[in-house]
C-alpha cells in the first residue's frame, strides 16, 4: 500500500510555481511576437498608404497646376489674354500672368500657417478635361481661378473662383512651391519672383501623414521640404515627403 500511495502523489507546490513560470514565459514570448507581427504589418499597410496617397495627391495638383494659361483655339486666334487685377484670394495679377503664389492670404480662412498656397488661372473649354474643383467641364465662356492650399485640418484644399473650397485629400499636412523660370536653372519662392511671366514650371513639396495607433511608438522625426524644415509632431504618425516637378505649358500671354 505503501508503494501505491508514493507512485500517486501529485506535483509539489515548488514544481507547480515552476511550471507557471515556465508557461509565463512562453505567453510573453507569444505576446511579443504577436505584437511585433502586428507593427510590421501597421508599417507595410501605412507605408503602402502613403505611396497610394502621394501618387494621388500629385497627380491631382499636376491636373489642376497644367491648366494654367489654358486658351482654346478660339481664344488663341483671337488674341485672347489674361488682364491685370486682383485675384479671388486677395493677390494681385499682372497682365498676361497665369501662376501666383503665396504664403498667406486675407481671404482663407482656414489656411495653415507656413503652408504655400498656389493659384492658377485659365479660360474653360468643353469636352476636352479642364475641369473645376468638383471635377466639372468648364465651357468655353469660363475666365476661371483655381486656388491650392492647405488648411487647419491637414487637408488639401482647392477653391473655384468665389465658390467654397473642397477637399481634394485628407492627411495633408504641409505644401512647398518653388517656382521655375525660362532663363534659370534655380527655382525661387514666391516672394523671390521677379517677373512671374517668366514661370514655366512649378516644383511642390507636401508632407503627407496617416494615422497609426497599434504599434504605440512616438514619431519624433522631423521633415524637410526643399529648404524648409517642419519640427516634429511627436505623435504616432507615419509621414513621408512627396516632391514633384511639374511644367506649365500654356503660360506666356
Given at each position: 500500500m505503501g508503494s501505491v500511495n508514493k507512485l500517486n502523489k501529485g506535483f509539489s507546490l515548488v514544481e507547480l510555481m515552476i511550471a507557471m513560470i515556465v508557461s509565463l514565459f512562453i505567453l510573453a514570448g507569444l505576446f511579443y511576437s504577436v505584437m511585433g507581427d502586428m507593427r510590421s504589418y501597421e508599417s507595410a499597410r501605412s507605408s503602402q498608404e502613403l505611396v497610394t496617397k502621394g501618387r494621388m495627391a500629385v497627380q491631382t495638383l499636376r491636373l489642376y497646376i497644367q491648366q494654367a494659361g489654358f486658351r482654346d483655339i478660339t481664344a488663341l486666334k483671337n488674341e485672347t489674354t489674361f488682364s491685370a487685377g486682383t485675384s479671388n484670394v486677395g493677390g494681385t495679377w499682372d497682365y498676361g500672368q497665369v501662376v501666383q503664389g503665396m504664403t498667406n492670404s486675407v481671404d482663407i480662412d482656414d489656411e495653415k500657417i507656413d503652408s504655400d498656397i498656389l493659384v492658377v488661372r485659365?479660360?474653360?473649354?468643353?469636352?476636352?478635361?479642364?475641369?473645376?474643383?468638383?471635377?466639372?467641364?468648364?465651357?468655353?465662356?469660363?475666365?476661371?481661378?483655381?486656388?491650392?492650399?492647405?488648411?487647419?485640418?491637414?487637408?488639401?484644399?482647392?477653391?473655384?473662383?468665389?465658390?467654397?473650397a473642397e477637399v481634394l485629400d485628407e492627411g495633408v499636412e504641409f505644401l512647398e512651391v518653388l517656382y521655375g523660370t525660362e532663363d534659370d536653372y534655380r527655382y525661387f519662392t514666391a516672394s523671390e519672383?521677379?517677373?512671374w511671366a517668366d514661370v514655366n514650371r512649378v516644383k511642390i513639396g507636401l508632407l503627407l501623414s496617416t494615422e497609426v495607433s497599434a504599434h504605440g511608438l512616438t514619431n519624433s522625426n522631423s521633415y524637410t521640404i526643399f529648404n524648409k524644415t517642419i519640427d516634429a509632431a511627436n505623435d504616432t504618425n507615419y509621414r513621408s515627403v512627396v516632391m514633384e516637378t511639374?511644367?506649365?505649358?500654356?503660360?506666356?500671354g
Open positions: 485659365f479660360l474653360g473649354a468643353a469636352e476636352i478635361g479642364i475641369v473645376s474643383c468638383i471635377g466639372e467641364d468648364l465651357d468655353e465662356s469660363t475666365n476661371n481661378e483655381v486656388t491650392l492650399y492647405v488648411n487647419t485640418s491637414d487637408q488639401l484644399m482647392c477653391k473655384d473662383n468665389d465658390d467654397d519672383v521677379t517677373d511639374v511644367l506649365i505649358g500654356n503660360q506666356g
